[in-house]
């Protein structure tokens, strides 16, 4: 994928016009000098559930500062604060049917073709609904955080969600 969500923060349910309004308001407030720098450090093979996942691993300590700025934001807004994400690594895919040596063959091949660095000027909330193929995920609002922030790219020029 051109580009990976980082997932930050889960701000909770947010279903009233007022929670919503007060919401964008302290997202809007949200300010960094600089823009947030990715340093990708490896992958790593992780379990969720019943799933057997690929991930890309990053340096926490740029985003964490940004996910704890935006977590107080949520909370100034009237929602409770939601469980801390540990923003360390991104999905690549789904291996639970991969055999080791096909996913240890991957690595040795991609280990050093990520970027090793890439710098984060704005962030994206999404919604997320139940529906009958699953759960769907929808971006909402881009929200930059720093003084030179780029405009975000729409979903038909390759949609950026940082």
């Not at 809007?28 to 000098?33: A, I, M, T």
């Not at 720098?37 to 990053?58: D, K, P, S, W």
């Not at 975000?152 to 020029?157: A, G, L, N, W, Y």
């Amino acid at each position: 994928m051109p580009y990976l969500h980082v997932p930050l923060v889960p701000l909770g349910r947010a279903d009233t016009p007022f929670v919503l309004e007060e919401l964008d308001l302290s997202l809007l407030s949200v300010r960094l000098r600089e823009p947030v720098v990715l340093h990708h450090t490896g992958y790593t093979i992780v379990q969720r559930r019943n799933r057997i996942m690929l991930e890309a691993l990053f340096d926490p300590a740029g985003i964490d500062h940004l996910s704890v700025k935006i977590r107080q934001a949520g909370r100034r807004a009237g929602l409770p604060g939601g469980p801390v994400c540990t923003p360390f690594g991104a999905a690549l895919a789904d291996v639970t049917t991969v055999s080791a040596e096909d996913v240890s063959l991957w690595l040795g091949i991609h280990r050093q073709l990520c970027p090793q660095r890439e710098e984060i000027y704005n962030f994206t909330v999404f919604s997320t609904q139940k529906t009958e193929y699953g759960p769907g995920v929808e971006a909402e609002t881009h929200y930059p955080f720093t003084p030179y922030s780029p405009p975000p790219q729409t979903e038909s020029e390759g949609f950026a969600p940082w």
